[in-house]
């Protein structure tokens, strides 16, 4: 396995078991981030900004990666997100809802660090999974 493949999945899992202060820590501080539900590209404050609500909402959050590409300085993992939506989360209440959620994760890494991150998911199912929007119906 590449050291860069292994880095970028050592970044969730410290994510998802010890919290955003041991994940940040693989960050580069010129780090940039875009991710759904953000205003923009997000710097490494903004980002643990965002990784704080998410892990406050999401506190049992989990990552698992089907497919897993490393190529160079870049690492793509694609698979999905799980967790009880316990905490408050813009603005949407705690619904006590488990949630699973397909996502697509983009990294780049320079000198042992992440600088630049894009995650991708279904914002309209998650949305949905926590009953903020009707599941379509069909006929």
């Known amino acids: ?11 969730y899992k410290a994510f998802d078991t010890k919290g955003v202060e041991a994940a940040a820590a693989y960050l ?8 759904p539900g ?15 609500m998410f892990k406050t909402a999401f506190p049992d959050v989990y990552h698992v990666f089907e497919n ?3 190529e160079g300085d870049k690492v793509v993992t694609i698979g999905y997100f799980a967790g009880t939506h316990t905490g408050e989360m813009m603005g949407i209440p705690p619904t006590g ?7 697509i994760h983009f990294d780049r890494v320079e000198n042992g660090k992440i600088v ?19 599941a379509s119906q069909t006929t």
């Open 1 to 11: 396995m590449s050291n860069n493949k292994q880095l970028v999945l050592d970044f």
């Open 38 to 52: 953000t205003p923009g590209t997000l710097d490494i404050n903004g980002y643990r900004q965002f990784m704080t």
């Open 28 to 35: 580069a501080s010129n780090f940039k981030t875009e991710v």
């Open 97 to 103: 809802k488990q949630v699973r959620l397909g996502v």
């Open 68 to 70: 897993t590409v490393a």
């Open 116 to 134: 630049y991150h894009k995650g991708e998911m279904d914002m309209m199912s998650f949305m949905q999974q926590l009953g903020v929007v009707p």
